[in-house]
């Protein structure tokens, strides 16, 4: 099992024949994604030749998802054009648009957001500035390496993309159901809390690896989460504990205003809901593999 995407899966890609779209949907038909087709509005009606795979362009969301049954998107569109792009994808009803775009202004991210509200959320939005989502040996929508795990019972939910990566590498004995790598700006479509719903439903994902960063409170708001309606083991690692203070860091979400956002704030969150934090990756990821080993065969 996974969440959110899986074999079934029907890929399009919003700016396949960009350099960035060309070089990751190359990436993503080697990892054995179903990627189906793309949109450029200057370039529909051509097609695209990646390895041998002939992949079709369209010149709107809907008309690739009429032609090829696609349910998922992924963005690899400029900044400037991101919000454009997504919209349209919202409009298209797909079921599932991942923008992996960075850069884009909060205020067109937030209005996209909004507009999904609006349209009745029919579309699951993951990003934007996110690796993507991965389901090791079934599918991967997105730029996170799919050669450093396979698949197995772990759940993993994340700001940060190459913490993403190293938990998945960390955790390969094991594998994972799904990783999302939901991005660390200030708005964005997938929380921490939606991840966990749907690893708490998946009958598969056995326990979840929750990677937080400082700044916001959504990672206190998961701990509440958490401690009311998951029942699996959680283990989280919170990024930042040696950030200097009033320094701003890595991402756009990362803003800590007083003593709320600490990285000291959301480790006693966490740990008061029952979740174990690590100090680091690599002790997180002992961590998870204790939790493991205790659990039921």
């Not at 999904?116 to 029919?122: F, L, P, T």
């Not at 997105?142 to 993403?164: A, C, E, F, H, M």
């Not at 966990?196 to 998961?222: C, H, M």
């Not at 002992?286 to 039921?296: G, N």
Request: charge should be negative.
């Amino acid at each position: 099992m996974a969440i959110f995407l899986n074999e079934n899966s029907r890929i399009i890609v919003q700016g396949m024949t960009g350099a960035e779209g060309m070089k990751h949907t190359t990436r993503m038909l080697k990892s054995g994604s179903n990627i189906v087709g793309g949109v450029n509005p200057r370039k529909a009606g051509e097609t695209v030749e990646i390895d041998g795979t002939s992949l079709p362009v369209f010149g709107t969301v809907a008309e690739a998802m009429a032609a090829t049954g696609a349910n998922v998107s992924v963005i690899f569109v400029p900044p400037a054009f991101a919000k454009a792009a997504i919209v349209e994808a919202i409009d298209a009803e797909i079921g599932l648009a991942v923008a992996i775009t960075e850069g884009i202004p909060v205020h067109d991210s937030a209005a996209a957001w909004a507009y999904n509200v609006a349209k009745g959320q029919k579309t699951r939005l993951i990003g934007p500035n996110c690796p993507g989502i991965i389901s090791p040996g079934k599918s991967n929508a997105g730029i996170t390496p799919s050669d450093i795990t396979g698949p197995g019972p772990i759940g993993l939910v994340s700001k940060s993309g190459t913490l993403t990566y190293q938990m998945m590498f960390e955790l390969r004995d094991i594998g994972m159901s799904t990783a999302i790598g939901i991005g660390g700006d200030p708005v964005i479509g997938t929380t921490h809390i939606d991840a966990l719903a749907a690893f708490e439903a998946d009958p598969e994902t056995k326990a979840i690896v929750l990677i937080g960063e400082i700044g916001g409170d959504s990672e206190e708001k998961a701990a509440e989460y958490i401690k009311k309606h998951v029942t699996k083991p959680v283990v989280a690692y919170v990024a930042g504990f040696t950030a200097p203070e009033g320094k701003t860091m890595g991402h756009a979400g990362a803003i800590v205003s007083g003593s709320a956002g600490t990285a000291q704030a959301k480790k006693e969150a966490f740990e008061a809901a029952g979740v174990k934090v690590g100090k680091t990756p690599s002790e997180t990821a002992a961590l998870m593999r204790e939790v493991y080993k205790s659990l039921p065969a």
